[in-house]
């Protein structure tokens, strides 16, 4: 394409500082946006909702977003209604659920596998209530987010309602591990680095990751607004390009990209530092302070396994769940969401130098609890 082609040569992206904000970090800093034609201005938020907004307005023109906030800000919900939509993945899994030390001690099972911990959760829980104690708190990243669904999931598999039987509150990433520290919250489920924040502080423990609940987990998509879509095609397809260049590159070289993450995500913390990136970038994470790396070679994923790709497969498995929580209405019907804000048709024209798969739906992409 020629940058002639570019409607838009100038875009503002935000993005949230977590690990999985990488692809846009790089790139920038490698210059896939200017090979593009591209002149980006990244912009950090702190809050999801600050970039829902600020995509909603047009201050932004796309962002580093959470999945399950296209349906609902496509539906109005929890705000003002707009059409987004997505045809790029920034990757698979990445999240983790973190507790407090004293829960963890509470636990008696920490060494079995996770339907175990859910069940003594659900013991937990249920003596706690028998003793008149409070209600364990529970924190997520957003309303609308898989960290909020996968949690559920995993607390569902041992029969415990989390609308009923916990407390579940909403916060910024960046703030989990001072509030877990604090003890206003017993665990908090968020994306890397924040889990290896608090273990290697000594504040939490991770009870297990979210790739142990949903296999190859969709996560943090690049979001746009249909309209800046439908107005921006070739900037839309150039902006893919980069991007894909970008994930590529972390395939290969992640470890590389250590420096410049630290650089970015020290912005808002001075908790954060070289160590407590390195777990999910190169895939052996830290369940405890004391304990020593185990192997977790997906932890995050930027590109094997068709990461990019916007499959309808991740949509429907989203909607499901949402429609589970009653966070969607009867009424609506999924495969029409999904199709309106998963659009794989503008990735295939976006990159027509790839191999593509033969369809949109991923049989492996699956909750496997």
């Not at 490698?30 to 999801?48: A, D, I, M, P, R």
């Not at 990757?91 to 596998?113: E, H, K």
């Not at 190169?282 to 997906?298: C, D, L, R, V």
Request: glycine share 6%; net charge negative.
């Amino acid at each position: 394409m020629n940058s002639a082609d570019i409607e838009k040569p100038a875009l503002k992206l935000g993005y949230m500082p977590l690990s999985d904000c990488l692809p846009l970090l790089i790139a920038q800093e490698k210059g896939f946006f200017s090979q593009e034609g591209l002149t980006v201005e990244l912009q950090q938020e702190v809050s999801w909702s600050n970039i829902r907004d600020k995509v909603i307005v047009g201050h932004l023109d796309g962002a580093h977003m959470l999945a399950p906030m296209l349906f609902a800000t496509s539906l109005g919900l929890g705000g003002i209604k707009k059409p987004l939509i997505t045809a790029f993945s920034l990757g698979l899994n990445g999240n983790a659920f973190t507790i407090s030390n004293q829960l963890r001690s509470a636990l008696t099972d920490v060494n079995s596998n996770q339907l175990a911990h859910a069940n003594t959760m659900k013991l937990l829980i249920e003596q706690r209530k028998t003793a008149g104690l409070p209600r364990l708190v529970f924190a997520t990243v957003y309303p609308y987010s898989c960290h909020n669904l996968q949690l559920r999931y995993w607390l569902a598999s041992a029969h415990i309602d989390p609308d009923k039987d916990i407390d579940l509150v909403i916060l910024p990433p960046s703030q989990m591990v001072d509030h877990l520290k604090l003890a206003h919250i017993d665990g908090f489920f968020a994306g890397a680095p924040w889990n290896s924040v608090a273990i290697l502080q000594g504040h939490g423990h991770c009870l297990l990751t979210g790739m142990e609940i949903w296999k190859n987990a969709p996560e943090k998509v690049l979001g746009v607004t249909l309209e800046w879509a439908e107005k921006n095609p070739n900037t839309h397809s150039a902006l893919i390009r980069a991007l894909h260049e970008a994930c590529q590159w972390l395939e290969l070289h992640a470890e590389e990209a250590l420096p410049l993450l630290e650089q970015h995500l020290s912005l808002n913390s001075p908790l954060i530092n070289r160590n407590c990136l390195i777990p999910a970038i190169t895939g052996k994470n830290i369940f405890t302070q004391q304990s020593k790396q185990s192997k977790a070679p997906s932890l995050l994923v930027f590109n094997h396994s068709m990461a990019n790709f916007p499959w309808l497969s991740h949509g429907q498995l989203i909607c499901a769940q949402m429609k589970r929580w009653h966070w969607l209405p009867d009424d609506v019907d999924n495969e029409q969401l999904v199709a309106s804000c998963y659009r794989p048709d503008i990735y295939r024209q976006a990159l027509t130098h790839l191999e593509m798969p033969n369809d949109n739906f991923h049989s492996t992409h699956l909750a496997i609890l």
